[in-house]
């Protein structure tokens, strides 16, 4: 591997508490000029406020970059399930905690 590789390697930490995830069943996106929000809120039925339980900032290159790895990470689980290689309940497209390659 040469230096100019070595230098784009990104060393990314996953805490245990932050491994643990937060759940969210919906998500707000709102934009200005130099920035895209994206709140994560978890929603309760029977429950008349629902809360933030993460906001995400981004600039507007980052929430394409973000876009298109949605949309490349959805079209391989579609090809998944529908290949019938996996199905989304048999455990195998959730991502072992750690050593886990990012894409993006």
């Known amino acids: 591997m040469d230096s100019n590789q070595k230098s784009n390697e990104i060393q990314i930490?996953?805490?245990?508490?932050?491994?643990q995830g937060?759940?969210?069943?919906?998500?707000?996106?709102?934009?200005?000029?130099?920035?895209f929000i994206i709140d994560f809120i978890r929603m309760v039925p029977g429950?008349?406020?629902?809360?933030?339980?993460s906001r995400v900032i981004l600039t507007p290159d980052n929430a394409r970059r973000l876009?298109?790895?949605l949309q490349d990470n959805i079209r391989k689980f579609d090809e998944l399930t529908r290949n019938g290689k996996a199905t989304p309940f048999d455990g195998s497209l959730i991502p072992p905690l750690g050593g886990v390659p990012g894409e993006a």
Do not use: R
């Not at 930490?13 to 491994?19: G, K, N, P, Q, R």
């Open 67 to 69: 876009l298109l790895a």
């Open 47 to 53: 429950v008349p406020k629902a809360q933030v339980k």
């Open 13 to 19: 930490e996953l805490s245990e508490d932050m491994a």
């Open 22 to 35: 937060t759940y969210a069943n919906l998500a707000v996106i709102a934009h200005s000029s130099s920035e």
